[in-house]
T-cell receptor, first 111, second 111 residues
Framework: DTAVSQTPKYLVTQMGNDKSIKCEQNLGHDTMYWYKQDSKKFLKIMFSYNNKELIINETVPNRFSPKSPDKAHLNLHINSLELGDSAVYFC??????????FGSGTRLTVV | KQEVTQIPAALSVPEGENLVLNCSFTDSAIYNLQWFRQDPGKGLTSLLLIQSSQREQTSGRLNASLDKSSGRSTLYIAASQPGDSATYLCAGYFGNEKLTFGTGTRLTIIP
C-alpha cells in the first residue's frame, strides 16, 4: 500500500535522450510536487500542482515539463537530457500544502 | 531570501547518548518547521511538525523545539540507537507554498 509511488526507481540514459518519470499517490491529496536533490543533498522544489493546476514553477529549464492527468498523478518529462540533470528526483503530495508525504525517489544518471 | 541551514553536515555519536541536531533559518516570519528523516535510497519520512505558535513537539524519543526570535530549531534524540542513523533534514514553511529545506545532518550512531 505505497502512498506515493514513483517509477522507475533508477534511470540511466544518454545525453540528449528524452525520458519520463511517473508519480502516483493514493492518499487523496490535492497537491503534488516534484523536487530535485542534487549531489550535495540539497532538496529544491521544481513544480507543484493543485488539483491538476500548476501553482509553483521554479526556475527550471523548459526542457522539464510536468503533466498532471488527474490529481492522483504528476509525471515529469525531461527533453534533451544533460549531464547536469543527474540527481535524485522526489515526488511528494500534501493534504494541506504544508505537510508532505514523499515517494522513495528516482535516481537519474545521465551519461 | 529565506534560507535554512543545518550544521554540522555530519555527526557521529556512540549508542545510548542523547544528541541535538541544529537548524537555523533567516526569516522569523516562519509559519512552521518540519523535521524529516532520510534513509539511503529512500524518500523522506516526516518526524515532527512545529507550528509557529508552538515551542516544541514530542514523539517518542524525539523532541523538536522552535525559537522564532533566534531563528533556531533543534531536534533532540534521547538514548540514541543504531537505527537512528540517517540524514535528518529540517524544512521551513514561510507561507509561499514551498518548503525550504536545509542540506541535512548525516547522523551515525556507533554501536
Amino acid at each position: 500500500d505505497t502512498a506515493v509511488s514513483q517509477t522507475p526507481k533508477y534511470l540511466v540514459t544518454q545525453m540528449g535522450n528524452d525520458k519520463s518519470i511517473k508519480c502516483e499517490q493514493n492518499l487523496g491529496h490535492d497537491t503534488m510536487y516534484w523536487y530535485k536533490q542534487d549531489s550535495k543533498k540539497f532538496l529544491k522544489i521544481m513544480f507543484s500542482y493543485n488539483n491538476k493546476e500548476l501553482i509553483i514553477n521554479e526556475t527550471v529549464p523548459n526542457r522539464f515539463s510536468p503533466k498532471s492527468p488527474d490529481k492522483a498523478h504528476l509525471n515529469l518529462h525531461i527533453n534533451s537530457l544533460e549531464l547536469g540533470d543527474s540527481a535524485v528526483y522526489f515526488c511528494a503530495s500534501s493534504p494541506d500544502r504544508v505537510r508532505r508525504t514523499f515517494g522513495s525517489g528516482t535516481r537519474l544518471t545521465v551519461v | 531570501k529565506q534560507e535554512v541551514t543545518q550544521i554540522p553536515a555530519a555527526l557521529s555519536v556512540p549508542e545510548g547518548e542523547n544528541l541535538v541536531l541544529n537548524c537555523s533559518f533567516t526569516d522569523s516570519a516562519i509559519y512552521n518547521l518540519q523535521w524529516f528523516r532520510q534513509d539511503p535510497g529512500k524518500g523522506l519520512t516526516s518526524l515532527l511538525l512545529i507550528q509557529s505558535s508552538q515551542r516544541e513537539q514530542t514523539s517518542g524519543r524525539l523532541n523538536a523545539s522552535l525559537d522564532k526570535s533566534s531563528g533556531r530549531s533543534t531536534l533532540y534524540i534521547a538514548a540514541s540507537q543504531p537505527g537512528d542513523s540517517a540524514t535528518y533534514l529540517c524544512a521551513g514553511y514561510f507561507g509561499n507554498e514551498k518548503l525550504t529545506f536545509g542540506t541535512g545532518t548525516r547522523l551515525t550512531i556507533i554501536p
